[in-house]
Structures are given as C-alpha cells and as structure tokens.
C-alpha cells in the first residue's frame, strides 16, 4: 500500500513550505513555497553560505535610497538567489515574497513586484515559474490587480476571510493562501473550545467554503491551503488545489499508511452568492471578522519581525 502522501500527490498539487534545499529534495514536491521567517532560517544553513556572501557582494555594487539600504538590498536578492536555487529541484512554481512592511502601499508593491521578477530574469528564471507573495490588504490585492496584468503571476498570502478570498477572486489573483492552522490557534485561543476534530476545524472550514465558491462559480483563482497543524486537517482537505505543507509534516505522511478518501471536490456546489466587493465593503467585512482582522495584522507584524533579524544577519557580513 502507498503511504498517504503518494496518495495525496494523485488528490492535490503537494507544495513544499521550507527554503531547505534537502528536504525540496527528499520529498520532491512540485512547487514551494517562501518567506521571511523561512528565509532567515534557511541562510543559517552551510548550504547557502555562498549565496549569502554573492548577495552581500551584488548589494555593495548597488545604489542605496531613502527606502532600502545595503542590508535591505542583499535580502531581497538573497531571496531570488534561493528561489533560483529551489527552481533547479521543483518543476512548477517557486513564491517570493514582496517585503510585509509595504504591505499598506499598493505603488510600493508593485515596485517591489516587478524588481524581483527582473532579478529573477536576469538570472535566467522565467517569471512564468514564480509566484509574488503578497499580504491579503486591501492594497496587497490592487497591487495584484495591476501585477496580473503585467503577467507576474501572484500569490495572496495571510488570508483568512471569505471576504479577502471573494476580493483577490474580483482581482484575477492567480492563487491564494489560506491559513488553515493560524485560524485554529485564534479560536483556541479566543473562544471556549480548545480541541477540534481536524475534520471540523475552522480554518478547514473556512478553506472548503471558498474552494466550493470558487468551483461553483467557475473562478479560477487557485487555493493553496497553508499553515497546518496536523495532518488530520491534511487529509480533512485531501483534493484542494494545492496544499503547502511543513517538511515535519510531510515526513509524517510519508510514514503514514491506509487509504486516503478525496475530500474536496470541484463538482461540490455552493450556495454562496458571488458579488464584487468594493473597498469599502471589504473593510467592513474585515472589521466584522475579528479572527481574520487580528491574524492578518499579527502576520505581518511576525514576517515584518523575521526580515528585519534577516537584515541584521547579513549587516554583519557587510561591514
């Protein structure tokens, strides 16, 4: 019998959540996944000790502004530097994300957008194979808006509301993150359940009410599940899209037997009435959804927190 993450693989695309190199290699997903907090543990790693001192070297030659310094600079290269690394050992798409403090300045995140597309060309990785991370803000999602446009496929990270899902749908956003396991912790944490079945979690919920809209509605947006817990919420979403999962967990799928049922599936209809949202109407909404509005504001502040110890290390490698 195979173990449930072959079986998986069949049900879902299985995207790696880790900047590590040998674990892309051991469990050989078909995309991955990026950010801060993974970068910062990443570039403590031998491995990518090179990229490190190639990145600090480029962003010495480089022309600092009022909004990025040296160190600011060789992060943001760093991060292409192993995206181009991570593309060597995936066949689909690698996600780099756009730095979380311009997460409220829609100009700031196109800007940031388009220059990490173009290190990635002139490193020889065609934008088709990248996704551009962005913060599911209003103004992460019109920065996407514009992005898609521009054919840089995006990524709408730090979503955990219907009503940033039906947004970044309005948008033609080319893929979105919901954060399965973040959800659970606020209503572990906020209400007077402590222990879900994963089956009946909320952030499951929240996930299978967005992809049966979507399916329903014929929106084409990709959902990725994130941020799990356990692999009982996994397997409680096995046929979504895709799912990005922890190399921990993966390893404990990988160890896992027994036959793996297909959860989510797109002839599922919906009673969801789809309708576009205005800014206005999605702050609204935001405001009403006190998990979604505190969990949104608490990433940021953590990505925000993990770049800027990401800078600091590499400050040290510059002077």
């Known amino acids: 019998m195979s173990s449930l993450l072959d079986q998986l693989r069949t049900l879902s695309e299985v995207v790696s959540d880790t900047g590590d190199i040998e674990a892309i290699t051991k469990f050989r997903p078909i995309s991955a996944t990026t950010n801060p907090s993974l970068l910062l543990k ?9 990229l490190v001192d190639e990145s600090v070297a480029w962003a010495k ?40 403090r311009l ?13 990490l597309i173009k ?53 033609g956003v080319f893929l979105i993150s919901p954060f399965v396991g973040r959800v659970l912790d606020w209503y572990v944490k906020n209400t007077d359940t402590k ?36 692999v009982g919420e996994i397997i409680a979403l096995a046929g979504c ?16 037997q027994g036959n793996l049922a297909k959860q989510l599936s797109a002839d599922t209809k919906s009673t969801t009435q789809h309708t576009a949202i205005d800014e206005k109407t999605f702050r609204w909404l935001m405001n009403e959804d006190a998990m979604a509005t505190d969990k949104l504001a608490e990433g940021i502040r953590l990505f925000t927190v993990d770049q800027i110890a990401l800078e600091k290390q590499l400050a040290q490698h510059i002077n």
Not at 103 to 115: N, P
């Open 195 to 230: 222990q879900f079945i994963p089956a009946e979690e909320p952030g499951v919920a929240l996930v299978t009410k967005i992809y049966n809209h979507y399916k329903s509605h014929q929106i084409k947006t990709v959902v990725m599940a994130a941020s799990f817990r356990n």
């Open 119 to 171: 290190l990635y060309e002139e490193h020889g990785v065609s934008r088709n194979r990248i996704l551009i991370k962005i913060a599911s803000t209003w103004e992460g999602i019109q920065a996407a808006r514009v992005l898609e446009k521009d054919n840089i496929q995006c990524n709408l990270t730090l979503l955990f509301s219907f009503a940033q899902a039906c947004a970044c749908a309005d948008a």
């Open 241 to 256: 899209d895709n799912l990005t999962i922890s190399p921990t967990l993966l390893d404990e799928l990988q160890n896992m």
């Open 42 to 50: 990443a570039s403590a790693l031998p491995v990518y000790a090179p």
């Open 103 to 115: 997460s409220f300045d829609t100009a700031a995140m196109i800007e940031r957008a388009r220059l």
């Open 61 to 100: 030659q480089q022309q600092t502004t009022a909004t990025t310094n040296t160190a600011q600079l060789a992060a943001i290269v760093l991060a292409v530097k192993v995206g181009c690394e991570i593309t060597k050992r995936v066949p689909g798409r690698v996600s780099t994300e756009v730095d979380a």
